[in-house]
């Protein structure tokens, strides 16, 4: 098959079923399979385990990353999860110090109480990494961009770095998807994405995957996918499936638009910051044209005004809907201090910049003209609040 992307996402691993010859991927709903004997079955014996529906959306989605492996779960917070479980109790974890809340939430109430350590660090600059690195550090985890502040990491040099020690690096792309960037390409090990977001691109579903081509880290990962359980429904894998085949075109116009937007919202003096990696006064401008096709569809954003104004701005707004989430077709706001980003300690939070000004926009599809005339009513009812 082709390697363009365009054409993997309609086809990879969505032949013609061979039983009727649909087009579309049938949903195999059944938990279980005749087996023709004790344990001579045809392939699948029980859904948890393997599932025709899940085998497509796998196979569509290694494809996409390049990876010789998927292995997909019910959220992405399952496929962290996943993955961290593949670690051992005392193993240490290098975080980026921007994640997004449920995924620090994880390392900090979940897994420390079973003898995970982790640091979070800065790590656009690989000196950090280096210098936060123990002896018993197996993995370094990442964001780019990251989540909400929008920072890009150099993977390339984070891989070298994590490949000398002989540590892991996984990155999650929920936020570049494989349209813009393409993390094993850069010498990662692993990849993982919230699925309910771009891959899907509808906010009808939730899920998580796990990309890899590394044979001993994929064998853990089905292992776990199947020892603990936390598998997407044939059904949701069904509407990951549908929602794929348009990724391409909706992430050029997700691109188009928040490039746009971003550079307007600059010049407005309602704005004290736009966070937005397509921006030349972002700090990592030149690495995110080098390893990015494109800065994304996200923008956060500080208001002048603080928290009066950032709620101003997101009552006001009639389009961009105020809600967690990011990546559908539709455009929506939200305050991460508040919202998506409540389980990060204040502290941490405010050195970060994620203060009661601070804004997330994840830019949609709809008509540029409308979103921009949408944001500036949000931004005169923020003026009119300070
Ligand atoms: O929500 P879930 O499918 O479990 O995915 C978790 C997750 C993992 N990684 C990144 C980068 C994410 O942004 C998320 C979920 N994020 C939101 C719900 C949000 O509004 O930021």
Same mark, same amino acid.
């Given at each position: ?33 005749? =087996? ?47 993955? /961290?479980?593949? /670690? ?92 813009? =960037? ?165 502290? =941490? ?38």
């Amino acid at each position: 098959m082709s390697d363009h992307l365009d054409t993997l996402c309609i086809h990879a691993g969505q032949e013609p079923d061979a039983s009727h010859g649909a087009v579309m991927t049938p949903i195999v709903l059944s938990s279980t399979f005749a =087996q023709d004997g004790p344990g001579n079955h045809r392939g699948y014996d029980y859904s948890r385990a393997g599932n025709p529906t899940r085998d497509a959306l796998e196979k569509c989605l290694a494809a996409l990353e390049g990876a010789t492996h998927c292995v997909a779960f019910g959220s992405g917070c399952a496929a962290t999860t996943a993955v /961290l479980l593949a /670690l051992n109790a005392g193993d240490h974890v290098l975080v980026g110090d921007d994640v997004y809340g449920g995924t620090f939430r994880i390392f900090d109430k979940v897994l420390k109480q079973f003898g995970l350590q982790s640091t979070s660090i800065d790590m656009t600059d690989v000196k950090h990494v280096r210098e936060a690195m123990r002896p018993n550090t197996r993995l370094i985890w990442l964001e780019t961009p990251s989540n909400p502040m929008l920072k890009v990491f150099d993977i390339a040099a984070i891989a070298t770095f994590a490949r000398e020690k002989g540590i892991l690096l996984a990155v999650d792309n929920t936020f570049a998807t494989p349209m813009l =960037q393409l993390p094993l390409s850069l010498g990662a090990h692993l990849v993982v994405h919230s699925t309910t977001k771009y891959l899907n691109g509808h906010s009808d579903m939730v899920g998580g995957a796990a990309m890899t081509s590394d044979e001993t880290l994929a064998e853990k990962l089905h292992f776990l996918q199947k020892a603990v359980g936390a598998v997407p429904s044939p059904f949701d894998c069904y509407m990951l499936l549908r929602g794929l085949k348009t990724l391409g075109v909706r992430m050029e116009r997700h691109v188009l638009s928040a490039r746009h937007l971003a550079e307007w919202l600059g010049s407005r003096p309602e704005v004290n910051h736009v966070y937005y990696p397509g921006l030349a006064t972002h700090p990592q401008y030149a690495l995110a044209k080098k390893q990015m096709k494109g800065p994304g569809g996200m923008i956060s954003l500080e208001l002048r005004g603080g928290l009066p104004a950032a709620a101003a701005f997101l009552g006001a707004l009639r389009l961009f809907v105020c809600a967690e989430s990011l990546g559908g077709v539709e455009s929506l706001a939200e305050h991460p201090a508040i919202m998506t980003h409540a389980s990060i300690p204040p502290a =941490q939070r405010a050195a970060l910049g994620i203060n009661d000004g601070f804004v997330r926009l994840s830019v949609g599809i709809e008509a540029l003209s409308d979103l921009q005339a949408d944001l500036e009513g949000g931004l005169k009812a923020a003026r009119a609040a300070t």
